[in-house]
Every structure is written in C-alpha cells, then in structure tokens.
C-alpha cells in the first residue's frame, strides 16, 4: 500500500462551510504591521487586502494608512467548521499555489547572494562573517513573514575565513584568486612561482617547489581531486598550488574560476584560477626560464572546532508529524544558485503557506543549514556538516515525528537548461510522478525526470541515515547539465550567468505541490 505524502489535502474534497461575506471595515495601519498580519486578523488573505486597497507592492504599506478590510474579502472558514481547509482557485492549483510570491523569493536570493568575504570573488563559509551575516538576514526574514518557533542552533564545525587572495605580477597588476578550503597567510610576500603540470609526483619530481607556488591544470571531475596535487605539493614543501579546471568543471568562459571542497588537511595549501589567469601565469613563467617572481596576497584560515548555525522555524500543524523542507544558505563564491535560490524557495513556500491562511494536518518545519559546502577540514567527506549535525546531535528527536523530507538543492534556474530532474526513495518515485504532473504540463518546454534512489552527496542523506525518507531536487547527467559543467562552484554562479524566472517558479509549484499533495 502506498503511503500517501499528505500535510492537507487542498482538492478533490467537498468543504464543509462556505465562506461568509462580512461588512466592510476600515484598519489603520499601525507600525510593526504587515499586510499578511492584518490578513489573518480579518480572516481573509492579503492578496485581497491588496486587491481592494490597489496597493501594487503588498510588502509596502505605512503606519497611519488607512485600509479597507473586507469590501469584497470573505471570511476563511473557522478551525471548528470545517474538517479541512480545502479551495480550488482555478482548474490548475489552490490558494496555496495562487500564494506564491516569486518576487519575494528573488529578494531573498539577491540578499543572499550579495554576502560574501572577499571582495574579489564572495564566499560565504563555514562560520565566517558572510556566513553569520546570511544566518541573521535569514532569521529576521523567518521571523518577519510569521514563521513560528523560529531558532538558531549552534553546533560545532571547522570555521574557515577567505578575505583575499591575489597574485601580484607587477606593482599595479594583480590576478584575483579563488579559495579551497586550507590555511594559507601571506602579506604581499614576495615569493616565486613554477609550472607543475598536473601536479603528478613523476611532474613534481625533478622540479624545485620548496617555498614556491607550484601552478597546475587539473580536471577534477574525469581525473583526480584538488587533494591530490595539493598534498603531492604540500610534500615537497611547495607553499601552495593554484589549480586551473582545464576541462570538466567551470567551463563557462576564459574567466570563470573554479573550486571544490578540498576534501583533505588545512595545511597543504590550494588556490584557484581562471584560464586567462593560468596563461599569464604560465606565460610569465616561461619568459623567465620556468620560474617567475610574483608577490602574494592572501588571506585563508581554517580554525578547529568552532561554531556554524543552523535556523529553523514552523507552521505548527494538528498533529507534531512533521515534514521538513530544507536548504542551504552558505556556498563559494557569491552562489546565487548553489543554493541561494534553494534557501529563497524554500522561504517563499514558507511565505505562500502562512499568507493563504491554510493550517496544516501536518507541522511544516523549514530548516536554513549552514557548513554544508564544507564543514570538517581533513576528511573525505568533508561537506553537508550542518545537516549532519542537526539531525545526529542537536536535534535527534527529530526523526521520531518525521514524516519525509524535502531538500531543495538543485533544479537552479539557470538559462538555457531544459532538463530537471528530482531524486526520492524508491518507495515515494510513484507518489513523486504522479504529484507533480499537472504542475509539469504547465511547463512544456522543460522535462522534468523522477528518479531513485537518492544519493550520499546532498544533505538529504544524514536525514536519511536517521530513517527520513527524502525527496530531492536533483541532477540530471553531467553531459546534460549546464550548471555542473559551467558555474557548479565557480564565479559564475551568479545572475550574470543567466537567470530563467520561468523555471524559478515551476521548482516552487513542484516543491509546493509535494508538500500539500
């Protein structure tokens, strides 16, 4: 028997009590208002308070405004009237789809994408400024659209600070630099730097690297990671490598940078270039036979042990079952997709809910990870810290009430991708299909695939791990996927690349419609 994905049934029911016209009243705004709280104060939404007042922006209204309430509102139906709380609005969704706010959600993606530690390139990482500067902005606007129980919670994670990094050719020309995640601190030192072609042990091997910076071109994703060459590096007593993706990843332009986590020790030193870096570097080299004088500038620290947060807040249900939508908010770089546009979806859903005035069978909880890039310097599987933290040791009660999960880390709305695809357990790929069919039809130019099982990659899988079932915005095939060939973890992640409002908003009516289905 297939277990139904139900937190209220919003279709398909008959409603008990119809909705009551009520004479019109005038409000007077009064400071801290927004027009979603005086909604539910009246009974009705603020799509109508909008509607009657001509106010085109709804997240814009002032104290001593006077607003009618109710010239055509209708009151919603009560708790003790009405088993469930069910509309159709229209012959493709409910109120709660109708709720969708799209230009808040960018807002929010926006904000996010806009913090970041060096000012070069961005980054957001685990417990640095940005990353603390994203968890309050995030907190605030938790709070602000009415979330209840909203909570940050602490948990421990390796902390890493990316300020600078730049390359001095000469007095006035510099090449910005991307980071990994390892310790490496230098004042425009002066300093040399060789050729290691792909940073092998047998290109290493006759070179003299001590105390110099060891330039190399790797492919991360078809030959081997950045750990690799780095410790190789490290060994010989290089004082770091800069690593160009030849192929693979981060093949947008001549200028895009790109990195990975570094999935080894803090203290063998990696950076990263762009190609038009790597050929003035390797150029440089060559005209000073095979070794260049630079000065470095850079600012890397990873520290031991300290402090990443995450943030939840909920929509209480009827019952303490609970489904948990879930994103990230740090990331490389500026990260306008991986996962700013995750985090502002899942805020925006958060949104639709509590402005439709709905109340859930189910309690939605709406957890913001941090550290999920990286988290734990040393180790292999050194990413997805925060999720792991949250459900092992913080709040492992968590997974008794859990129904499922939604993880919304994937699917970015880039231009120009067609194909999408989500990932669930085996036993909710029917359930998955069928509930997100007729929100596809309404999308004819993409396809969006369903598939299984989920994988260990995305945060999904600590969730899992603790026995709840998960369903995933997911990947299609590298070949097909422009995002992981071009911007996954790179400069490019960013709007400048390209940004599909379209696609946007059908994640949030696919994710929506798994959650209410």
Known sequence: MKRKFISVILSGAIITSTAASVMAQDYVVKKGDTLCSIARNFNTTYQVLAEINNIENPNLIFPNQVLKTAETAQVMPSKDKTEEVLSVNNDNGNIILNSIDTKFSETVMDKLASLGDNPDVGNRSSGSKAERQAADYLFNTMKEIGLSNVTEDKFTADTWSFEKAR????????????????????????????????????????????????????????????????????????????????????????????????????????????????????????????????????????????????????????????????????????????????????????????????????TIRFVFHGAEEWGKSGVEYDWAKGAYEQITNVHPEWAKDAFALLNIDGMYAITGQKDYALATVTELRDYTEEAISDVIKKYPDYSVIVKSPTSTGTEDFSYSQAGVPAIVASDVEFEDSSYDQNIYHSTMDSKLYGFNPEVFKMVHEIFTTLLFD
């Not at 260049?292 to 019952?319: C, F, H, M, R, Y």
């Not at 879930?326 to 899942?346: L, R």
């Open 167 to 362: 390359i001095y050719t000469s007095d006035d020309e510099y090449i910005s630099l991307g980071g990994y995640a390892t310790t490496l601190v230098s004042d425009m030192e002066d300093t040399e730097i060789v050729y290691g072609g792909r940073g092998t042990a047998d290109d290493l091997k006759d070179l003299d690297v001590k105390d110099k910076l060891v330039l190399i071109e790797i492919d991360q994703h078809n030959d081997w990671w950045i750990n690799h060459p780095a410790y190789q590096a490290y060994l010989k007593g290089a004082k770091a490598v800069v690593a160009y993706n030849n192929s693979g990843y981060a093949q947008c332009d001549d200028t895009t940078i790109g990195v990975q986590d570094i999935c080894g020790p803090d203290y063998a030193p990696a950076l990263g270039t762009n190609k038009e870096g790597f050929e003035k570097l390797k150029k440089l080299i060559d005209e000073n036979n095979g070794a260049a004088k630079v000065k470095l500038d850079v600012k890397s620290v990873v520290t031991k042990d300290g402090s990443s947060q995450n943030l939840w807040g909920e929509i209480p249900g009827k019952s303490d079952e609970t489904i948990m939508i879930i994103a990230h908010y740090d990331g490389y770089f500026h990260s306008a997709f991986d996962d700013a546009s995750g985090a502002a979806t899942v805020m925006g859903i958060a949104k639709a809910v509590i402005d439709s005035g709905y109340k859930p069978e189910k």
